[in-house]
């Protein structure tokens, strides 16, 4: 069993949004561009997306664009109601927690706030489920940190008959490239990339790199890359791009398994941009994005991470380039016509890391 996570120097976070780099396509609408339905069925409206994405791109860019208010609604989160109900019998309740990105200090006060750890760090939640929807590194001062964490929690809740489970992100796939190819280049269609620069251009931390060992390249390369629990579809990226990779949760998660397993740096790229996609399900069109995934994998609702809330509300940005006042964030996001539920509070932005129990009473 791994070691507990220390707490590591405190880093003061500046209020911007400087920091947070995505590809300039994610401005563009419709997930379904070179790819194909599995088992070759046409997917709907496929005309309409044909040049939605660009044949290749290199997930490398900066800045989001402005994103305008939508169809989206803000959960406050009740301070009082913490604490873990008592089960009697059957699985406990589950909580679902958004991207992390190092920020270890915000993630065990969070945790502790729902009343999963104590005051020691350790698991006092009994048979409560937990599952971490990805991106625990990158950006923050302890991405390690988060790791170790996430698996000492794993053990401790397991003895205690719950769990603590997590989702492959497009950092863990970042993470997993930078230290497996380095500099090596990659065919990314928009010239040359390597998984190096775009792990330091994207927040890289040196004292990650220095700190992984081969414990944690295993766990993160085991991970699953969606779940479906409770009727709630997990998955960490707001895009359809899960459908290139099988036709049921389990061939998903064991393609993408196989892809990681066969070291290949190009596939593993290809992934890892794919991942890297956002934003498919705001705006028009959106609903019926979130409903191919349900109703190819199951569920009534897709819970996600990967965007941050309040670029899907346009609270940040403006038209001149210029940064905004730090974004406030209560709590989830519903939006496209109730169907999805957004986690990624923007805490690498000065925003809110979110814990959320499970389902939302709204």
């Not at 709590?331 to 496209?336: C, D, L, N, S, T």
Request: hydrophobic share 40%.
């Amino acid at each position: 069993m791994t070691q507990g996570a220390g707490q590591g120097p405190e880093t003061e976070r500046a209020a911007t949004l400087r920091d947070f780099r995505v590809p300039a396509y994610v401005h563009e609408t419709g997930p379904y561009a070179d790819s194909a339905q599995p088992g070759g069925a046409v997917r709907p409206d496929e005309e309409a997306f044909d040049e939605a994405y660009p044949d290749g791109y290199t997930p490398t860019q900066r800045d989001l664009p402005v994103i305008n208010r939508g169809d989206t609604v803000q959960v406050a989160v009740d301070p009082a109601s913490v604490g873990i109900p008592r089960q009697t019998e059957g699985p406990g309740p589950l909580f679902v927690v958004g991207d992390v990105h190092g920020y270890l200090d915000e993630l065990v006060a969070a945790l502790r706030e729902k009343g999963l750890i104590d005051a020691a760090g350790s698991w006092c939640a009994g048979t409560a489920r937990l599952w971490f929807l990805g991106d625990f590194t990158d950006r923050g001062p302890d991405g390690i940190g988060v790791i170790d964490l996430v698996m000492r929690l794993s053990a401790e809740a397991a003895a205690a008959g719950g769990y603590c489970k997590a989702l492959m992100g497009n950092h863990e796939l970042l993470l997993l490239g930078a230290k497996r190819f380095g500099d090596t280049p990659v065919n990314s269609g928009a010239g040359t990339a390597t998984f190096q620069a775009a792990w330091l251009l994207n927040g890289g931390q040196k004292t990650d790199m220095d700190r992984l060992q081969d414990v944690h390249l295993q766990w993160m390369s085991r991970l699953d890359a969606m779940e479906e629990v409770d009727g709630h579809l997990l998955v960490h990226s707001d895009t359809t791009a899960y459908l290139d990779y099988g036709d049921s949760i389990e061939a998903v998660n064991d393609n993408v398994r196989e892809t990681l397993t066969r070291n290949d740096a190009d596939e593993v790229w290809d992934v890892f941009r794919k991942f890297t996609k956002r934003f498919s399900f705001r705006d028009e069109g959106g609903a019926e994005h979130v409903r191919s995934l349900l109703d190819m994998y199951g569920g009534t609702r897709i819970v996600h991470g990967h965007s941050p809330i309040p670029y899907l509300l346009g609270d940040v940005g403006s038209e001149d380039g210029e940064d905004s006042a730090s974004p406030v964030v209560e709590g989830p996001h519903v939006y496209a016509e109730g169907l999805a539920i957004a986690m990624d509070g923007g805490v690498t932005m000065a925003g809110k890391l979110l814990v959320q129990q499970l389902p939302l009473d709204i």
